[in-house]
């Protein structure tokens, strides 16, 4: 915020050739890799949470560890990489969850959580998604501390929400485990893996 415009032109030059040092070394992964399945599921999860190097206002480092989580957890367990996802801050800032806060929620993290990442359209109710929204009030990033996770307490909803027809006080992690309750969710998940890895037309 105090830098001059000088400054500022400095900072987003150095910022921009981070990130052609991070697609030239995934690019060259990709194509030296003892093991190319793991490439290509990174992909396919950089793929299916989408988020851009614009969209997170130019933080390299929260797209790079990005990337390095999708490789730690690429063979994993879905529920656990789902519980990572919505605490990792590249995709809390693309889906502007920073200013998700009690009494005024803001719902992209969650109409994204449900209709691309999880279930699907028309899988989920429009209350679901509101009632999603405020289970990740609060969920958001330090600016003061590089770009880490941050669970705003002060921006919580700790009131009962009604999600999948539970009320409870859910946050975030009760969110993800009762959507993996849902049917849909298996077949979606199916869809997208067959699609990426095995054929154009339906399943």
Do not use: C
């Amino acid at each position: 915020q105090s830098m001059t415009s000088a400054e500022k032109q400095a900072f987003d030059a150095q910022r921009d050739t981070e990130i052609a040092q991070l697609r030239r070394w995934w690019v060259s992964n990709m194509l030296q890799t003892y093991s190319p399945q793991t490439e290509r599921l990174v992909l396919f999860w950089h793929d299916h949470f989408a988020t851009s190097y614009d969209g997170v206002s130019r933080r390299s480092t929260a797209i790079a560890r990005q990337n390095q989580l999708f490789r730690e957890m690429v063979t994993g367990s879905y529920r656990a990489l789902l519980k990572a996802m919505i605490r990792d801050p590249a995709l809390l800032l693309y889906l502007d969850n920073q200013s998700n806060r009690k009494g005024n929620p803001n719902e992209n993290l969650a109409r994204e959580l449900l209709e691309l990442f999880t279930l699907g359209e028309g899988n989920y109710s429009e209350l679901t998604v509101k009632e999603a929204a405020r289970a990740l009030t609060g969920y958001g990033i330090s600016d003061t501390y590089n770009l880490s996770f941050r669970l705003h307490g002060h921006r919580r909803d700790m009131e009962e929400k009604t999600l999948f027809g539970e009320t409870a006080i859910h946050d975030g992690d009760a969110l993800i485990d009762l959507i993996l309750q849902q049917p849909a969710a298996a077949e979606h998940l199916v869809k997208k893996f067959w699609h990426a890895f095995i054929s154009d037309s339906l399943p």
